[in-house]
Nanobody, 110 residues
Framework: QVQLVESGGGLVEAGGSLRLSCAAS???????MGWYRQAPGKQRELVAAITTGGMSNYADPVKGRFTISRGNARNTIYLQMSSLKPDDTAVYYC?????WGQGTQVTVSS
């Protein structure tokens, strides 16, 4: 059974940076992984994704500010978030097909 464990969330001022980490454990069938976020009262939305081959894509609101990457241990991914805005405040979830992490809170103060 695959488990995803996120870390790195927290409180940061607008304009600041944070890096989220997600480590997958268990029997992993797919290295297609991604980050989603859900703000209060809103639907969960894709933030960024990376394929097994290393191709990445981003939601328009975060393009140029966020970078998704894979660690040397290919079951680990990161989300480097820069120039953070209050609108980025949400619970961020790591995802691989069929599996969600528990989420990590990111709060950006104005």
């Amino acid at each position: 059974q695959v488990q995803l464990v996120e870390s790195g969330g927290g409180l940061v001022e607008a304009g600041g940076s944070l890096r989220l980490s997600c480590a997958a454990s268990g029997t992993i069938f797919s290295l297609n992984m991604g980050w989603y976020r859900q703000a209060p009262g809103k639907q969960r939305e894709l933030v960024a994704a990376i394929t097994t081959g290393g191709m990445s894509n981003y939601a328009d609101p975060v393009k140029g500010r966020f970078t998704i990457s894979r660690g040397n241990a290919r079951n680990t991914i990161y989300l480097q978030m820069s120039s953070l805005k209050p609108d980025d405040t949400a619970v961020y979830y790591c995802h691989t097909p069929g599996v969600w992490g528990q989420g990590t809170q990111v709060t950006v103060s104005s």
